[in-house]
């Protein structure tokens, strides 16, 4: 067994050397999500279908290439990396049925990353359940258990997949996640978690289909575990921890009106049905279902539209042969009906609504079940199993303990599940950007805030200006760390998703090298990071085949660091003539949104001000490389700290980097505070270095099979700082010139007269 390299103290990390540690970590790889063989990323609908007959092997890359891979993210100072791996990876072919070669593929990757030097937690991802239902995770097989036809999801909109769009490059950005709240996506995730109390005629093989499914996820999850294990050499180096399921969802578990769209629903996009509007349209039924658009404050109804399945359901037909993976169903769970109309919900002959509430009440006790209900009650119990699979196989490894997405936290503080190897890991995105593919540098808004209740309406939640906005997005992080200090006790913080787009403002980047936008809105989320003393982070993603038209390859999203269609980072100092980003108002930093016309943010007027419309830029044509925001997300970060890191921040715009921190005693002279100070920033021979005492150098360090430029402090005990000023240039400047401050604060004096 290999030693422990890295280890819980309260609420930091620490190496052997007993130095503070801070995660600096990367998602590898959003490419994971699909199969490689054949390769079907989410606009190929050839073969989709076929969902036993597929290969996950050369997933993030293959063997040949991990050395080029991991080289490169090491270089650019990334010390994590959260590896992506799916259900349906494993158990593709059937239940009980691992694909034995993608987990020797998987081993072989791991081996490599430990070469380099890597921290590696593993991350079991899906989004909307499943590629079938419009994102990642489950196997095919899972939907067929459950008594759904995925062929038929397109026509009744039980999920809306780019795979069956009919037009794949039309598929609208972020719409995928709409799918969290239609038929499909609710049926699963409450049979998931709640199938005992809210579909107890649901058996399959004896068992009801929530022990089922979990039960199978578990024992394939804790396979791949064991294989990693026995490969003997991968335990806790570079395998530091495991994280439970990604961004888990109710279903519909603690909906207390089907027919009325929860008030807590914050993503309305296109369709928009309420849970018994999915549930007639899931069983053929037509209906005219609203429909909604997206705006910088938010969801707004933008009409409504006819869905029309002409009689076509989504459930399996009753002829289905249902003995093709060996599972017996109950009688009493009869193919070609709604599950929930043999549950009583509703009646099929009628067509109305019987027990509206049907999932709003605890059956056992009868309890009312909100969201913070079913996280304790529901999830919280699937995640003791989960983390009692794991700690069978590595007693010691740390939980990357991961709630619903932006709910309040299970109440574990003080309790047995309060593990001390627990990780707070929630996930971030500024979803006005994310949702809107642009940077609006002139406002935003504080959707935590909102979330919480902090602000009598959302209008007092929007913060104008970028100084503004960057603080927003550090104390949305800060609160959101704090609430997961009260709920589940003293533990690391580790946001293991946040990110930003890159194909913002119509691609204006692919087609001039200007990435200014994109180093602005990631530069403010590093910032966030950094100032709201997380203890680390995992960027989303690197994908090593992303390009300019499709990104990702995933449903639309592009939000890698690497792409194919991009200029390579150079080695070495950073040249202005490497990069093509330049601020002027020209620049799609300064969009249709940030003009004067617009900078009235008034009730009147903020909905025609969000519109996609309003914040379109001027366009220059042509095919030009760019660092794809490198400015920003090459940086330096302390790789380990001798006490407490008390604070540490990069400022982009002036190049300087400073630490401060409390040490307990003098540094040993075999373990200083170390900083990686990435030459691309300060090259050298144009680095200052300000200390509050004792002695430093920077060097070059060759270890890990990558050459990276460090800065080593020895210093003595009590509070220290260090302040390490590189090279500022205009180009790739995140936040501008003097005349675009001059015209920000312009635009602020503006907006605030009016509010």
Known sequence: MSPIRLRIDGRTFRDPENREVILHGINCAADAKFPATPDIPSHVSDKFFDGDNVSFVNRPFSLEDAASHFSRLRGWGYNTIRYVFTWEAIEHAGPRKYDEEWIDHTISILRKAKEYGFYIFMDPHQDVWSRFSGGSGAPMWTLYACGLDPQCFAVTEGALVQNTYPEPNAYPKMIWATNYTRLVCQVMF???????????????????????????????????????????????????????????????????????????????????????????????????????????????????????????????????????????????????????????????????????????????????????????????????????????????????????????????????????????????????????????????????????????????????????????FSHQLRAIRDEGTEYTGVHPCIFTEIGIPYDMDDKYAYKTGDYSSQIAALDANHFALEDSAANGFALWTYVATNNHYWGDRWNGEDLSIFSVDDKAVPAGAFSPADSRASLDLDSPSFSRAQSAETLSVTPSNLKKTVTEERMSSRRTEGDVAGLRAAEAFIRPAPVAVHGDISSYVFDLRNCTFKLALTAPSSTAESAPTVVFLPEFHFPSGQTQVEVSGGKWTISSDDSNGVTQQILQWWHAEGDQTITVKGVVRKPGSAIGTEEDEGYLQQCQKQTCAVM
């Not at 395998?239 to 914050?266: A, C, F, H």
């Not at 539209?305 to 002829?319: C, F, Q, R």
């Not at 997405?405 to 996930?427: A, C, Q, R, W, Y």
């Open 190 to 472: 409450t049979l998931f978690f709640g199938g005992r109390d809210f579909a107890p005629k649901a058996i399959l093989d004896g068992k009801n289909i929530q022990d089922y499914l979990q039960e199978h996820y578990i024992a394939a999850c804790g396979h791949l575990a064991k294989r990693i294990h026995d490969a003997g050499d991968l335990e806790y180096d570079p395998i530091v921890g495991w994280e439970s399921m990604n961004e888990p969802n109710r279903g519909l578990i603690s909906y207390q009106d089907i027919t009325l769209i929860p008030k807590e629903q914050q993503l309305k996009k296109g369709t928009t049905p309420t849970a018994w509007q999915a549930i007639l349209t899931g069983s053929g039924r037509a209906c005219e279902i609203e429909t909604w658009d997206f705006g910088g404050m938010g969801p707004y109804k933008s009409g409504s539209v006819l869905i029309d399945p002409e009689g076509k359901t989504a459930w399996l037909s009753p002829n289905h042969d249902d003995t093709k993976y060996g599972w017996k169903r109950d009688p009493e769970w009869r193919l070609g009906e709604c599950l929930w109309a043999q549950h009583g919900v509703w009646d099929p002959a009628t067509d109305t609504v019987l027990k509206k509430d049907h999932f709003g009440k605890d059956p056992k006790n009868g309890a009312t079940i909100d969201y913070e209900y079913f996280t304790n009650n529901y999830w919280l119990p699937h995640y003791r199993a989960y983390s009692k699979m794991v700690k069978a196989t590595f007693p010691d490894s740390l939980m990357f303990f991961q709630p619903p997405v932006l709910e309040i936290p299970p109440s574990i503080k003080g309790t047995e599940d309060d593990d001390p190897n627990i990780i707070f890991s929630p996930h971030f995105y500024d979803g006005i950007t994310l949702l809107t593919k642009k940077w609006n540098r002139v406002w935003n808004i504080d959707v935590f805030g909102v979330l919480r209740g902090k602000y009598l309406t959302p209008a007092f939640a929007i913060k104008v200006g970028e100084t503004a906005i960057r603080n927003c």
